[in-house]
């Protein structure tokens, strides 16, 4: 019918439509990018726990329909007006960092991570549940050839998060790192420090997971159901740092005491409850709790590359894009091994 207008072209999307709302697969127009914007053809992106800000509408100020996703990998499909450094073809991700304003007082000074304006794909914009996505380009993170699609999307939040909260930690090669959690984060900080170096025990419960746990580089596997983990970390005299991987503020208070001098309790388990713990059991032995959150696409492009060089890779578990609510379901059941990927087929 040449008098009909030109079709418009569809992909499918993976869509939250309001906050607490069911995944909706809908065909959506593909999207064009604005001038300092690429689009993206995605090829996986990672269901990481804080698609739950997403999924049930805990981040203020959220619009939907929203599509969640900040661990995509794929290749750019289209560079926006003013873009440069990026071409057609070249394969990217997009992770945690979604862009910065690059006016704010942290940005001036060079502290892009922490970003007044931060914005986060999935949360302020569409994400990567979806076959295209567009992204403003300094949010883009060059993606090595020797790592396949599924295995690079989990390390732009999880694996970017472990790692450059333990290269910042302080911590010297030789130094007792304990890893607390084995499981989306904890399974990748094990590989990290263990590669930076570290004397590594990893903190986990029950037996069933120091096998695995032992395979993923840890040298010692305290089990903390059956033991006080912070009195064996004081046996081994004392962590200089621990990363409380698991979102659990109990088991987070209860290791307090396993840090050495000038330890440092590092937080990138996001859990709601507080921490205890009391003044004194932080001045003796000048001790730390501090939080750490993701990094820039840069740190991101040093985390692939340092896995591409180490060997350091995700555990996961992937399904389809059309089955994005099992996909979501399946991580937030915590029983995944470990970090659940979406594919996008052609
Ligand atoms: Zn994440
Ligand atoms: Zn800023």
């Known amino acids: 019918m040449a008098t009909t207008a030109a079709a418009v072209a569809t992909m499918k999307t993976a869509q939250v439509p309001g906050p607490g709302a069911e995944f909706q697969i809908v065909e959506r127009e593909i999207p064009e990018p604005g001038p300092g914007q690429v689009r993206i053809k995605v090829q996986a992106c990672g269901v990481c ?163 695995l746990a032992k395979k993923l580089g840890a040298n010692w596997y305290i089990d903390s159901d059956t033991t006080d983990a912070a009195e064996a970390l004081q046996q081994m005299g004392g962590a200089r740092v621990i990363l409380a991987t698991a979102p659990s503020s109990q088991a987070m208070s209860a290791l307090v005491n396993g840090l050495g001098p000038n330890g440092i309790l590092m937080v990138i388990g996001a859990a709601a409850e507080p921490i205890e713990v009391t003044p004194v059991q932080l001045i003796s032995g000048s001790k730390t709790i501090q939080g750490w959150a993701s990094g820039t696409p840069a740190d991101s492009e040093d985390t692939l590359r340092f896995a591409e060089l180490s060997g350091v890779r995700p555990m996961i578990e992937t399904y389809p894009l059309e089955e994005a609510a099992q996909a979501y379901a399946r991580m937030m059941s915590g029983k995944a091994e470990f970090r659940v990927v979406l594919t996008m087929g052609e």
């Open 49 to 211: 726990h804080s698609d739950v800000f997403t999924k049930e509408g805990w981040w203020p100020g959220i619009q939907y329909p929203r599509v969640p996703g900040h661990e995509v990998v794929g290749i750019v499909h289209k560079v926006g007006a003013g873009v440069s450094g990026w071409t057609k073809g070249q394969r990217v991700g997009v992770g945690w960092h979604g862009g910065h304003d690059g006016t704010c007082r942290e940005c001036r000074r060079g502290d892009f991570r922490n970003c007044r304006n931060l914005q986060v794909p999935g949360i302020s914009y569409d994400g990567g549940y979806q076959q295209y996505m567009v992204a403003p380009a300094e949010a883009l993170v060059a993606v090595p050839d020797s790592l396949t699609n599924v295995e690079a999307a989990p390390l732009l939040c999880a694996g970017i998060t472990t790692y450059n909260a333990l290269r910042h930690s302080g911590a010297l090669p030789g130094d007792l790192v304990a890893v607390q959690g084995i499981g989306g984060l904890g399974h990748l900080g094990i590989q990290f420090a263990q590669k930076f170096g570290y004397q590594v025990a990893a903190v986990g419960r029950g037996p069933e997971t120091a096998a």
